[in-house]
């Protein structure tokens, strides 16, 4: 099984969070086996990440992808993605930089390779918990839900419908055919979409092995049913707004319902006041939601738009270009 190990490259967005960085590095280098490279991609970073990635201490190749503006986590994994493509990646794992790589992460991927194309593997929280992620998307809805119960009682592997970048394990034949990640995302929704987009034509999997640690604590809320974690002004806004984007690509593959999707655009503003109210204490960030909404519906009438086309092989020649 060494040649699958040998064939993943790791995908890293960070900003402005170089301590984070520094141990999600430190973790890579005792990953065994190893993956082939890194690619760390610097979205304008103003602290001393340049420092950090400059003095990384790895046993294997690390490339510094700096860029000249933050385009957010989405923009961030899509020119990750493409520089991963250009570089000859067989295998492409992402993730953020405030996670931690556990030494056997890899190995726990091994065996599922040959049957899956994108994989996710299980989270202990910043405080050694399970951390939850069992979702299935509801394209009526435009939503995803909490999948209840233990989704790994019969079998060591649940079939979902959404992706996640805190460690999808993805083939680079996936990322050409679906797309790069879509940066006008901005953050909050990019990876959701991304794995539904996927599951529109082969499984998504994940596979009951704990493969990563979140190190950034989180405020949040066990509701039984699901988690509700805190959030910020920008993440609200930009999952507003990115329904516009949701939408579209429900649109593109046949699935959208007007008053299914506007349904679940009011479940979805519901959401984050309960996570305002219930997890944060204030209603501050209603303004930006109610921005987001505004602009959600110029993306839904813009006839200009178009979804990420498959990715062309000549393109990716210029990704090793510093933007």
């Known amino acids: 099984m060494a040649s699958s190990a040998t064939a993943v490259t790791v995908v890293v967005t960070t900003f402005n969070r170089a301590g984070y960085l520094r141990v999600l590095l430190e973790t890579i280098a005792r990953l065994d086996p190893a993956p082939s490279s890194v690619i760390v991609v610097n979205n304008a970073s103003t602290d001393n990440t340049d420092e950090v990635i400059a003095s990384a201490n790895l046993p294997m190749p690390l490339i510094h992808h700096r860029l000249r503006k933050n385009v957010g986590g989405s923009g961030g994994f899509s020119v990750g993605a493409e520089r991963a493509l250009a570089e000859g990646a067989e295998w492409l794992w992402l993730m953020d930089d405030d996670v931690e ?21 299980r989270r202990y929280d910043h405080s050694g918990k399970p951390f939850f992620w069992q979702h299935h998307f509801n394209a009526f809805l435009g939503v995803h839900f909490p999948v209840r119960g233990n989704v790994f009682r019969h079998r060591p592997v649940f079939h979902t419908n959404v992706g996640c970048f805190e460690g999808m394990l993805v083939h680079a034949d996936v990322v050409r055919r679906v797309g790069l990640p879509d ?10 979409t991304y794995g539904w987009l996927i599951a529109q034509s082969e499984p998504v999997a994940y596979i009951n092995e704990y493969v990563l640690k979140k190190a950034r604590p989180q405020k949040q809320i066990d509701l039984g049913v699901r988690h509700l974690n805190d959030s910020n002004d920008l993440g609200r806004y930009c999952g507003m707004r990115n329904r516009g984007h949701l939408a579209r690509y429900l649109r ?26 219930a997890v944060e204490h204030s209603l501050s960030g209603l303004a930006p939601l109610w921005r987001g909404w505004i602009e959600s519906r110029g993306i839904l009438r813009d006839p200009e738009w178009q979804p990420m086309p498959p990715v062309d092989p000549d393109r990716t020649t210029h990704a090793k270009e510093t933007r």
Not at 183 to 192: A, H, I, V
């Open 101 to 121: 790589a556990l030494p056997g992460a890899i190995a726990a991927f091994q065996p599922w390779m040959g049957t899956y194309r994108c994989l996710h593997g």
């Open 252 to 277: 593109v593959n046949g699935r959208f319902n007007r008053w299914g999707f506007g349904l679940g655009t009011l479940l979805t503003a519901a959401k984050e006041v309960l996570r305002l109210v």
């Open 183 to 192: 940066p006008r995302f901005f953050l909050n929704g990019d990876d959701t």
